[in-house]
């Protein structure tokens, strides 16, 4: 018997957006130091510290530099003393991120009904979600689910959770005001990279492109009374793996830490499975969308940036220009590739003026459709509608906490915990994409941005 496939009238909507990176923000010469002072020089190091001069990121935020302690022993860090930085150092922008995104919602600790989160960066009982619920102040009856194993993808995968969790609450006639945060710590894994490539020799790239940060967003399912308008609508969703792909991408347990698995083939991959998406994604909101959305070029897209290759390729194969994934190429270039948190904080800067006035011919996209990758391989495509009054647009402009500067400015802070009661400041004007893309550490997309050697080794 043939099934309904579309979406009816949800009534799922995200209220409120958060993101927070922490206050250092990384060159490309921190990763060069290290190299340096811990291994011998070697052709595949040379070629890793080559790539990470190209890879088109800026500056990528870091919770500490190439001087702190837990980079400079003689072995990389183990992983309860990952586990350890990334409570004291994580959990906080956490903390903060979801703060953020509860005052946009108008929203206090006792009306969020649930918690979906997740990481890739850390494994504990309880999780990291636990602490960061008991910093808020949430209720002891909070429903948490914490997601993991889904990498890249994991922002999106816990707003699919979230809408599945918040029809359920509808079909019972209660209100879910559900709380998603994603934090990772990646910075800290560069010593055990920079290990295994001196051992193996063999090109790595995870520690030329990761970074922190965490990002949150509260969906709300409509049930009960509205404390403000939607910031996106949630219309519907599209998840799938492609099949036997599991050991194409991955991160692999160890004693130091987790290991990037990684094959050639991953920018292919995604590239190639892109339209059947967005074409089955569609072919489910198609009843609620005008008659002018039906091309990917008549949406904006809020893409994960796991690397250049991934973006560039998302241009060729939907037919888009770089204009139409500006906030994921702002991102990726300002901060890097913050693996599951990236892709909150892409859509919250999608709606902020600066990136309004990059929009292709000058025209904002009331529609937007999110994507990411991650390990399996696993896509996460949804459907969002912004809106175009006031609540769809960031005001006041960012401040300085979500560029990741500290309260006096420092750039070289040690990785030491940060008290987010005191991130303040300032945050410095953004250079406009155009300018960052043409810079020269970025190259054009005319130019190819990269060489074909780092597209044959770019990440998810």
């Known amino acids: 018997m043939a099934t309904n496939n579309t979406f009816g009238e949800l009534g799922l909507s995200i209220i409120g957006l958060g993101a927070q990176y922490p206050p250092n923000k990384l060159k490309a010469d921190e990763l060069a130091k290290l190299a340096a002072k811990f291994h011998p020089e070697s052709p595949a190091m ?3 510290l080559s790539i990470n001069r190209f890879t088109g990121i800026e500056t990528r935020a870091s919770i500490g530099t190439s001087e702190h302690p837990l980079v400079n022993n003689a072995a990389p860090p183990s992983i309860a003393e990952l586990h ?12 903060e991120a979801a703060r953020k ?5 108008c929203l206090d600790a006792s009306q969020i009904t649930h918690v979906v989160s997740t ?17 808020l102040g949430l209720s ?38 559900i709380l998603c945060v994603a934090l990772e710590i990646s910075t800290t894994l560069v010593r055990s990279e920079l290990d295994s490539i001196d051992k193996t020799q063999k090109t790595r790239i995870g520690a030329c492109l990761f970074s922190d940060c965490a990002s949150a967003v509260v969906l709300s399912n409509g049930v009960g009374e509205a404390t403000v308008e939607p910031v996106y609508e949630l219309l519907g969703w599209d998840h799938r ?80 220009s770089a204009e139409h994934m500006r906030a994921s190429y702002h991102r990726y270039m300002e901060y890097g590739n913050s693996s599951s948190a990236t892709i909150f904080s892409v859509m919250d800067h999608l709606r902020s003026k600066e990136m309004d006035s990059y929009a292709p011919n000058g025209r904002v996209k009331e529609y937007v459709v999110g994507c990411a990758f991650g390990p399996g391989i696993a896509v996460e495509m949804c459907m969002l509608k ?16 979500e560029a990741g500067r500290s309260e006096g ?24 994409l155009e300018e960052n893309r043409n810079s020269s550490t970025a190259p054009t997309r005319e130019e190819g941005f990269v060489t074909e050697a780092l597209a044959n080794v770019e990440l998810d």
């Open 46 to 48: 040379e070629r890793v």
């Open 409 to 432: 400015g420092e750039e070289d802070e040690d990785w030491r915990s940060i008290d987010a009661g005191k991130q303040t400041g300032s945050q410095s004007a953004e250079a406009p």
């Open 386 to 401: 912004r809106n175009m009054g006031p609540r769809g647009v960031q005001t006041p402009p960012e401040t300085d906490s």
């Open 119 to 135: 990481t890739c960066t850390d494994s504990a009982n309880p999780g990291f979600d636990h602490y960061v619920a008991k910093e």
């Open 241 to 320: 793996i492609i099949p036997d792909t599991e050991a194409d991408l991955g991160f692999d347990a160890d004693p130091a830490g987790w290991k990037v698995v990684l094959s050639q083939r991953v920018p292919k991959l995604t590239e190639q499975v892109l339209e059947g998406a967005f074409t089955d994604l569609m072919a489910s909101v198609e009843p609620r969308l005008p008659a002018t959305h039906r091309a990917a070029p008549d949406f904006d897209w809020a893409m994960h940036p796991g690397g250049l290759t991934i973006l560039t390729n998302a241009e060729r194969t939907l037919k888009i």
């Open 101 to 105: 995104a509860m005052a946009e919602a």
């Open 84 to 95: 350890a930085t990334f409570m004291s150092d994580g959990v906080p922008l956490a903390v």
């Open 140 to 177: 002891s009856n909070v429903e948490k689910v914490l997601l993991h194993g889904v990498g890249c993808a994991g922002g999106l995968a816990t707003v699919r959770t979230a809408a599945n969790l918040a029809l359920g609450h509808r079909f019972r006639g209660r209100p879910a005001r």
